[in-house]
Every structure is written in C-alpha cells, then in structure tokens.
C-alpha cells in the first residue's frame, strides 16, 4: 500500500483504560490526518463490525486499551481488513 490510506482507529471501548484509550487514539488520528490520511474514528461499542463494514478502511490501528490480547484482531481478521497487530493463530 502506498500513498493516503483510509484508516480506522480503534480507540474508546469500554475497559476500565477508555479514556487512556480515547486520549491516544485521537492523537494517533490526528497524527494521520497531519500526513494526509483519510481517518475514521471508532469508539469501540457492539456495533463495531458493523460500521467497520460501513466505513471499508484500508487498514484499521487498533488504539484499544485493557482489551483481551487479540479480541479486536480476531474480529477485525474476518472482515477481510488489515490490522495493526500480529495475527494470532486462531484467528487465520
């Protein structure tokens, strides 16, 4: 990939690190969109799959805090979009 990508932050949820979460995930936006990224931001919530699937980013920065080591990889792994952290074997 090369060139501005569209790209999806995970960021919020709703761990007892949300605003940790919030905080770094609207910086990591922001530093995107300072490179000519197109940025989709996400609060974490049950709708998750579903406006991932709206929004079809080319890759999705999970900005997630306290979550289960690999939650948002194995969700995001069967929509078919990249994420910014190593797959895990259940998950392929």
Same mark, same amino acid.
């Given at each position: 990939?090369?060139?501005?990508? $569209?790209?999806?932050?995970?960021?919020?949820?709703? %761990?007892?690190? #949300?605003?940790?979460?919030?905080? %770094?995930?609207?910086?990591?936006?922001?530093?995107?969109?300072? #490179? !000519?990224? @197109? *940025? =989709? #931001?996400?609060?974490? !919530? #049950?709708?998750?799959?579903?406006?991932?699937?709206?929004?079809?980013?080319?890759?999705?920065?999970?900005?997630? $805090?306290?979550?289960?080591?690999?939650?948002?990889?194995?969700? *995001?792994? =069967?929509?078919?979009?990249?994420?910014?952290?190593?797959? @895990?074997?259940?998950?392929?």
């Amino acid at each position: 990939m090369s060139g501005a990508l $569209h790209i999806a932050v995970l960021m919020g949820g709703w %761990s007892a690190e #949300r605003e940790v979460s919030l905080s %770094s995930g609207a910086g990591v936006a922001d530093a995107l969109e300072s #490179r !000519g990224h @197109r *940025v =989709t #931001r996400i609060d974490m !919530g #049950r709708d998750v799959a579903a406006r991932l699937a709206a929004a079809q980013p080319d890759l999705v920065f999970n900005a997630l $805090h306290g979550t289960p080591a690999g939650t948002s990889t194995c969700l *995001v792994s =069967t929509l078919s979009i990249a994420i910014t952290e190593v797959a @895990r074997p259940e998950c392929v």
